[in-house]
């Protein structure tokens, strides 16, 4: 067998029969499916019912105040002392007392919430506030305004605003777009990181155990860095591949014992509206506006994906994984071999780091507004376009951009290779020497 | 013929020249001792032999050919500092670093279980690196620097570290491996084993080789014509022994014997100083004293200032 071969599959074996390994491998499918599978389970499942006892001084709320699943208004005619007294003695079934009094202004409320065991959660005190905000605000529009509120809630408009490429006629879904892009950058980022300080760690293993020094007399040190990143490369992309399966199998097998759980139009829908009815009123518009009409809200989901392109956001995520690893893959081995230890590691991995989590923090900025000029040299830049180019993507990049990011990307992973050989060569035969920049840049000049 | 020819190897570092026109012949089947004090320059010659560092100036033949990358495969290299996979099984480990070598997986087994028997610890074989003890894992250590059966071996002070048992077993089986025909280059500090291994020297100081040759010819050459001797019955003062172009080194005389070092003072030949001493008494005991590796050592080192 050709010796780097031979490198490429010990590092390659070393890793996958880590217990660590298996554990990440059933680890991240199972939090993904849960991710997307938990919320879902959660919003079948009737929260619980909360009971408020009512003490409406003002008249305005009595008997007014919407029951729902999660709460039920039990109006009192006692007067609040009483009410009081009666809920500290625990003979009343309620988990909370309202009390709202009379205010000098008819435009205030001023309304108490007591508990005594468990403070009420703020998803019933929001309820409970809305509730009040949504009658007086009824109430003033009739006495002031002199209009029937009902009239009002009539002419309630209906707007839908959809986006269509103008050559396909397809229709795009923005939150769709998003999600997948910012799913596929934010997964670039964190490979990079996870199996760069693979290599880096490794290097550094070999160079402390002293063994650095046997291998490299059978083997050029460049042939040895090469083969441990790529033998690390082939590792996170088994890593991908077994999560995209096992993802896919566990949804699948979900979603056959229990269909009705992922479905959007089933039972889930019913939630989401239950839900958004809790939320005020104008969240309650925009959910309405963002969630999808009963009858082609799953058709639209499958639409947008076609118009995705899912062949070319795979291979993007592919080329962009690929070659952002090996770039500063190169950069993690040379960190490596400069040190004697992982504590000494800190100072060079700042200048990696930045532009990773500068790519990151700037990602949210880059989904609104993916053709402007900051994503656009994000997305060129080399230590910043895995990241980036993979958030862009999905919304549609020129094709001289794509091409100019991917020719620069691998320019610079050449570069960073040869550097990072220069570097690793001296380096890993390198004991008991502080390091800095200057010396490195001493090692990249003489080659050893 | 040689194995070896090195021509004039010059290797600057940023700030020093570790290295400066040092040229060597390392016969082959042979063992050759590569001497030095501390950071005089041998390991940097090691590794620029195993091809592990590069040489700024001057030329290496490897068995009359030019020095190369596949050359690696006929070198064995045991470094100074050591260390092998600590989270490896040892078997796996050995078969591993054996391919790097360029045997054959069925090759590298086949010679790794002669090896591992030979040395008892087959039963080793399936445990991870990390639960061998030090001895242990130095004979692996060997085992993989010697299994691809090289023409030419290195050894960076190979007994530094091994207990006295592995030492002997050290020791025979370099010497073994000289006697299948493999040259050994054998850099080390310690002068009793030179003697008792090396056919040939060279030392290293300043980044200059200052010295080299068979071993043999070098203590010939450094003899000090000193006679370690005991005389009894001597007839005549023994201090007059200072006028008959002798000197007395040292005097440790008991029980009317004289016992004691002397040296001549001009060329004289040992019969010569045989019959001189005659004439003082009867010899009980007559030895030349030859200079010893460490004696050659210290003195050519200390001839020459350190820069």
Redesign the interface.
């Known amino acids: 067998?050709n010796?780097i071969s031979?490198?490429i599959v010990?590092e390659y074996l070393?890793r996958v029969r880590k217990k660590s390994f298996l554990v990440m491998t059933f680890l991240g499918p199972i939090l993904f499916a849960a991710l997307m599978i938990l919320p879902a389970y959660f919003a079948t499942q009737s929260g619980e019912n909360n009971i408020v006892d009512v003490v409406d001084e003002t008249g305005i709320y009595a008997k007014k105040m919407k029951n729902s699943s999660s709460v039920t208004f039990n109006y009192l005619d006692t007067g609040i002392e009483e009410a009081q007294q009666a809920f500290k003695n625990n003979q009343m079934k309620s988990d909370a007392l309202l009390y709202i009094p009379k205010t000098e202004s008819s435009r205030d409320a001023k309304a108490v919430l007591f508990y005594e065991d468990n403070q009420p959660s703020i998803v019933l005190q929001e309820r409970v506030k809305n509730e009040i905000n949504k009658l007086l605000e009824h109430t003033l529009i009739r006495s002031e305004l002199g209009i029937d509120p009902s009239k009002i809630q009539g002419i309630n408009p209906n707007v839908n605003l959809t986006t269509k490429n103008i050559e396909t006629g397809e229709q795009s879904l923005a939150a769709l777009t998003t999600g997948l892009g910012f799913v596929g950058g934010i997964l670039i980022y964190f490979f990079i990181f996870i199996f760069g300080s693979q290599v880096m760690r490794g290097v550094l293993?070999?160079k402390?155990?002293?063994?650095v020094?046997?291998?490299?007399?059978?083997?050029?040190?460049f042939q040895l860095m090469m083969g441990k990143i790529i033998g690390v490369a082939l590792v996170g992309l088994t890593q991908f591949l077994l999560w995209v399966i096992l993802t896919f199998i566990i949804i699948t097998a979900v979603n056959f014992t229990n269909p009705t759980l992922l479905d959007p139009t089933g039972d889930q829908q019913k939630v989401i509206s239950e839900q958004t009815s809790l939320m005020p009123d104008n969240v309650e518009d925009k959910s309405k506006e963002m969630s999808f009409d009963k009858d082609s809200g799953f058709a639209a989901i499958a639409q947008g994906l076609q118009s995705i392109n899912i062949p070319l956001m795979l291979s993007a995520f592919l080329f962009y994984f690929l070659f952002g690893y090996l770039l500063y893959g190169a950069l993690f081995a040379a960190i490596g071999s400069a040190v004697d230890n992982e504590a000494d590691t800190q100072q060079f991995m700042l200048p990696i780091t930045i532009p990773l989590l500068l790519a990151i923090v700037m990602s949210s900025f880059i989904v609104q507004s993916p053709g402007g000029p900051v994503a656009f040299w994000f997305s060129i830049i080399p230590f910043t376009s895995p990241v980036v180019m993979m958030i862009r993507i999905p919304f549609g990049v020129p094709v001289w951009e794509v091409a100019l990011s991917m020719g620069l990307l691998v320019l610079t992973f050449l570069g960073a290779v040869w550097l990072a050989g220069k570097i690793y060569k001296t380096g890993i035969?390198m004991?008991g020497k502080k390091i800095d920049y200057k010396e490195l840049w001493?090692w990249v000049r003489?080659?050893? | 013929m040689n194995i070896l020819e090195i021509n004039g190897i010059t290797k600057d570092?940023?700030n020093h020249r570790a290295l400066d026109d040092v040229s060597l012949s390392i016969p082959e089947k042979s063992v050759f001792g590569l001497l030095g004090p501390n950071g005089a320059g041998k390991t940097t010659l090691i590794?620029i032999i195993?091809?592990?560092?590069?040489m700024d100036q001057g030329k290496i033949t490897f068995n009359g050919e030019k020095l190369r990358?596949q050359h690696?495969?006929r070198?064995g290299?045991l470094?100074e500092?050591?260390?092998?996979?600590?989270?490896?099984k040892v078997g796996e480990m050995a078969l591993?670093?054996a391919?790097?070598?360029?045997l054959s997986?069925a090759q590298a087994m086949e010679k790794l279980e002669h090896w591992f028997t030979k040395f008892d610890i087959i039963d080793w074989w399936y445990r991870k690196v990390e639960e061998l003890s030090k001895g242990m894992q130095q004979k692996i250590q060997f085992i993989?620097?010697i299994i691809h059966e090289p023409d030419l071996l290195v050894f960076d002070e190979p007994f530094s570290g091994f207990d006295p048992i592995n030492q002997v077993m050290l020791k025979e089986e370099i010497l073994k491996q000289k006697e299948r025909g493999a040259a050994i280059i054998f850099s080390t500090h310690n002068m009793a084993s030179v003697e008792e291994i090396c056919d040939n020297i060279a030392l290293i100081h300043n980044s200059k080789v200052i010295l080299q040759g068979e071993v043999q010819a070098l203590k010939e050459e450094y003899k000090a014509n000193e006679f370690e001797i005991v005389l009894a019955n001597f007839n005549k003062p023994i201090q007059s022994l200072n006028d008959h172009e002798m000197k007395i080194v040292s005097d440790n005389s008991e029980d009317g014997l004289f016992k004691g070092r002397l040296r001549t003072t001009s060329q004289l030949s040992t019969n010569e100083v045989i019959r001189k001493l005659i004439s003082f008494g009867e010899i009980r005991s007559f030895r030349e004293v030859l200079p010893t590796m460490n004696d050659i050592f210290i003195k050519n080192v200390n001839e020459i200032p350190k820069e």
């Open positions: 067998m010796k031979l490198i010990r070393s293993e070999e402390t155990s002293r063994i020094e046997v291998i490299v007399s059978s083997i050029k040190p035969l004991y001493k003489y080659s050893g | 570092y940023a590794r195993n091809q592990i560092s590069s990358q690696v495969n070198i290299y470094p500092e050591r260390g092998l996979y600590r989270k490896m591993y670093l391919q790097l070598k360029g997986k993989i620097t």
